[in-house]
């Protein structure tokens, strides 16, 4: 996915194939949001936008992706 295609799809919301989450710290529920799109027709989860839309970005420490994917 490119930037423009993934700009695209924030645009339209969150809805059946999208969700939005703040930071990679509130990770069990982008976990459930993952597994529930795994076991779908697929979807995306973006990080860094609030459930309105908004653009925040995240902080990645040394560990946060490892720690993410050892959850």
Known sequence: MDTE??????RRGE???TEFKK?????????????????ADGG???FGITNNG???GISL????LENF???
């Open 61 to 64: 420490g040394n560990n946060t």
């Open 23 to 39: 930071s990679l710290s509130a990770d069990n529920e982008a976990i459930k949001s993952l597994c529930a799109f795994a076991n």
């Open 5 to 10: 295609e993934a700009k695209a799809i924030t």
């Open 69 to 71: 994917a050892n959850n």
């Open 15 to 17: 809805g059946q194939h």
């Open 44 to 46: 995306t989860v973006f």
């Open 54 to 56: 908004e653009y925040l």
